[in-house]
């Protein structure tokens, strides 16, 4: 696999964006370039980042009670409630302030909020924390399990997101098409590389990736 990266810089923000062109599959897509997210999700300076450009591009009449973190983002989650604390934004909850979850996935890709839990889901306005959104099958699993506990969703937030909108829900991103113009994802059946005979050089996820 080709190791050499490049950092893309976004639209207002400090934080930078390492890809890696070449041959990848997730579960629902093959794409051109992995998406490395280590120090953005991981690194105290980075994950400031990526909260403080989130913040600055809520609406600042948005209603918050809780941030759901998956796919690693439970790092910038923390720094996005200091951000919205620090400009102002409204929160329901009790003691006026923000529930920072991780929920359970299951093996069948299900995300659980167990019975302990659902007090931070239910009848709160809930912003979902994302890394990547490309097929956009991560934020309907999210819309899904927000839905069915009884929570209020406000926006999907992610650190990379190809479309601004999927079935209706707002998608907010620090990176998009805009800063890495020929990002292209394709279902397996239908990938060009596949039938050109490139071999796979990783399989990867939110954890990152396994070189085959």
Known sequence: METKYRKIRGTGTEAELKVIPGHFAT???HSNYYLDMSTLTTRTSEAQNVARTLASMYLNYMVVDT???LEGTSAIGAFLSEELTRSGFLSMNKHKTFYIIRPEIN???LILFRDNM???IRDKNIVVLLATVTTGNNVRQAVDSIRYY???LQCVSSIFSIPDQVDGTPVIS???KREVPDYAFYKS???PMCKAGQKLDALVNAFGYTKI
């Open 27 to 29: 579960t629902h897509a």
């Open 67 to 69: 941030i759901v973190c």
């Open 107 to 109: 093996s069948s890709g």
């Open 118 to 120: 659902q007090m931070a």
């Open 150 to 152: 009884g929570g209020h």
């Open 174 to 176: 620090v990176f998009g």
């Open 189 to 191: 059946s239908e990938c």
